[in-house]
């Protein structure tokens, strides 16, 4: 017996008013074009809010660009893109989320530190536009939903989905706060099912499990390179074919955006405290170089046309 989203509702009401076939997006960066393209592929219907008409173009041209590589490698056909395209819908305004009974919050930001407060007053616009019921998430990956969840007239409605990067990783850690009624939390758990992801439970912390986990390996990694044990590619080879890891730390670090990792880290330092979570003088070097990774064609390795072609660092960068 096949399962439709209204089966996922969190109340009568919601079920007759069938609107859990669209689910909103704020802030719609590269993770959350990769989350919204995820969803509409799942048939659902997306609507992502962003802050300007010229971002809301680029975010399209983001998404077929997404798109026009996976019909490069023969996992999509034409029509299956126009039909993910024609699911997903772009605007400046918070109204337009009015009907979504899901709303993600995922945005990105240069400054430093957590943006805590950014996003609790993004969480604020979201609820005043949404219905009671509606569930509202964040993506956040070293905050904890309790402390957004506080901005909010009905905090039991907040739950920490967090999509790790790249987002198509078939795994999302749910975190239920310490007011997240069971409902919100049952429904997201179920959602992500829908949208073909692993469930895993966390239980509140900065960093949840991957960050946590991830970062420090990127840390020791760096160490290592550092003592002149062993080259990049070894270290990231070894990892790869030694333990079976999809990227090496220093592939997934460039993967992630070394900006990321190094805010992670000082997030996670400055929460506590911990020599395992202070950056290597490495990371902070390259992301002063602006060399942060894929997106920039140049961190750990270099890169034409995303695709890696040689390593980036040089003995003096090392030492």
Same mark, same amino acid.
Request: glycine residues 6%.
């Given at each position: 017996?096949?399962?439709v989203?209204e089966?996922?509702?969190?109340?009568?009401?919601?079920?007759?008013?069938?609107?859990? +076939?669209?689910?909103?997006?704020?802030?719609? /960066?590269?993770?959350? %074009?990769? &989350?919204?393209?995820? $969803?509409?592929q799942a048939?659902?219907?997306?609507?992502?809010?962003?802050?300007?008409?010229?971002?809301?173009?680029? &975010?399209?041209l983001? $998404?077929?660009?997404q798109l =026009?590589?996976?019909?490069?490698?023969?996992?999509? !056909?034409? #029509?299956e893109?126009?039909a993910?395209? #024609?699911?997903?819908?772009?605007? !400046?305004?918070?109204?337009?989320?009015?009907?979504?009974?899901?709303?993600m919050e995922?945005?990105?930001?240069?400054?430093?530190?957590t943006?805590?407060? *950014?996003? @609790?007053?993004?969480?604020?616009? &979201?609820?005043?536009?949404?219905?009671?019921?509606?569930?509202?998430?964040?993506?956040?990956?070293?905050?904890?939903? #309790?402390?957004l969840?506080?901005?909010? @007239?009905?905090?039991?409605?907040?739950?920490?989905l967090?999509?790790m990067?790249?987002p198509?990783v078939?795994?999302v850690?749910?975190?239920?706060?310490?007011?997240?009624?069971e409902?919100?939390?049952?429904?997201?758990c179920?959602?992500?099912?829908?949208?073909?992801?692993?469930?895993? !439970?966390?239980?509140?912390?900065?960093?949840? $499990?991957?960050?946590?986990?991830?970062?420090?390996?990127?840390?020791?990694?760096?160490?290592? *390179?550092?003592?002149?044990?062993?080259?990049?590619?070894?270290? =990231?080879?070894?990892? @790869?074919l030694?333990?079976?890891?999809?990227? /090496?730390?220093?592939?997934?670090?460039? +993967?992630?955006?070394?900006?990321?990792i190094?805010?992670?880290? =000082?997030n996670?330092? %400055?929460?506590?405290?911990?020599?395992?979570?202070?950056?290597?003088?490495?990371?902070? +070097? *390259?992301?002063?170089?602006?060399? *942060?990774?894929?997106? !920039?064609? @140049?961190?750990?390795?270099?890169?034409?046309?995303?695709?890696?072609?040689?390593?980036?660092?040089?003995?003096?960068? $090392?030492?």
């Amino acid at each position: 017996m096949s399962e439709v989203l209204e089966d996922y509702a969190l109340s009568e009401k919601l079920r007759k008013k069938d609107s859990l +076939r669209k689910v909103g997006i704020v802030g719609c /960066g590269t993770v959350g %074009q990769e &989350i919204a393209r995820i $969803i509409s592929q799942a048939g659902i219907d997306v609507v992502f809010v962003d802050i300007s008409e010229d971002r809301v173009r680029d &975010i399209f041209l983001g $998404i077929n660009e997404q798109l =026009d590589k996976i019909i490069d490698r023969w996992g999509l !056909t034409d #029509s299956e893109k126009r039909a993910i395209l #024609s699911r997903i819908h772009g605007t !400046t305004k918070y109204e337009d989320i009015a009907e979504c009974n899901l709303v993600m919050e995922t945005i990105s930001s240069n400054n430093p530190g957590t943006s805590i407060e *950014l996003r @609790k007053e993004v969480f604020k616009k &979201i609820e005043e536009h949404v219905d009671r019921d509606a569930v509202i998430t964040s993506n956040i990956s070293t905050l904890m939903i #309790s402390d957004l969840s506080s901005a909010l @007239k009905y905090p039991e409605r907040a739950v920490g989905l967090h999509f790790m990067i790249p987002p198509t990783v078939k795994v999302v850690e749910v975190v239920k706060g310490l007011r997240t009624s069971e409902q919100a939390y049952s429904f997201v758990c179920r959602f992500a099912k829908m949208i073909g992801k692993k469930v895993v !439970t966390v239980n509140e912390s900065p960093g949840n $499990i991957s960050t946590r986990l991830i970062v420090t390996l990127i840390n020791e990694a760096c160490e290592v *390179l550092m003592e002149g044990v062993a080259s990049i590619e070894s270290i =990231d080879d070894t990892m @790869k074919l030694g333990y079976g890891l999809q990227f /090496g730390p220093f592939e997934l670090a460039d +993967r992630i955006g070394l900006d990321k990792i190094l805010k992670y880290m =000082d997030n996670l330092y %400055q929460e506590f405290g911990l020599q395992k979570f202070k950056a290597s003088p490495i990371i902070k +070097r *390259l992301v002063r170089a602006q060399n *942060l990774g894929r997106k !920039t064609g @140049k961190g750990f390795y270099k890169y034409e046309r995303d695709v890696k072609v040689t390593h980036n660092i040089t003995s003096t960068e $090392i030492k």
